[in-house]
């Protein structure tokens, strides 16, 4: 079993930039995917990012490439999401997970989730 804990969400002013941490532990760290979901008020859950296991292959959803970035450092075992060029429609509770499903878009695909950290991007 893998624990995750978010961190690095808060209010930023629209183009600005966060950098949204997950911190994992567990013995079977490295044979997992990560993912990257958000959330907004009255909608789904949404895919936002994925990255293999061993940092080479990364995914995003349309809507971010370009502006956001995963990464991973298994020596620190964290993943990260950097993002760049904020949009009040970015606001969301931004959740990392993990899988046995390289590159999975859906989220019932992924067996372990933080609890989320906010994001909040004023116009």
């Known amino acids: 079993q893998v624990q995750l804990v978010e961190s690095g969400g808060g209010l930023v002013q629209a183009g600005g930039s966060l950098r949204l941490s997950c911190a994992a532990s567990?013995?079977?760290?490295?044979?997992?995917?990560w993912g990257w979901f958000r959330q907004a008020p009255g909608k789904e859950r949404e895919f936002v990012a994925a990255i293999s296991w061993s940092g080479i292959s990364t995914y995003y959803a349309d809507s971010v490439e370009g502006r956001f970035t995963i990464s991973r450092d298994s020596a620190k075992n964290m993943v990260y999401l950097q993002m760049n060029s904020l949009k009040p429609e970015d606001t969301a509770v931004y959740s990392c997970?993990?899988?046995?499903?390289?590159?999975?878009?859906?989220?019932?695909?992924?067996?372990?989730w933080g609890q989320g950290t906010q994001v909040t991007v004023s116009s």
């Open positions: 567990g013995r079977s760290f490295s044979t997992y995917a």
């Open positions: 997970a993990t899988t046995l499903r390289t590159g999975a878009r859906d989220w019932k695909m992924y067996g372990y």
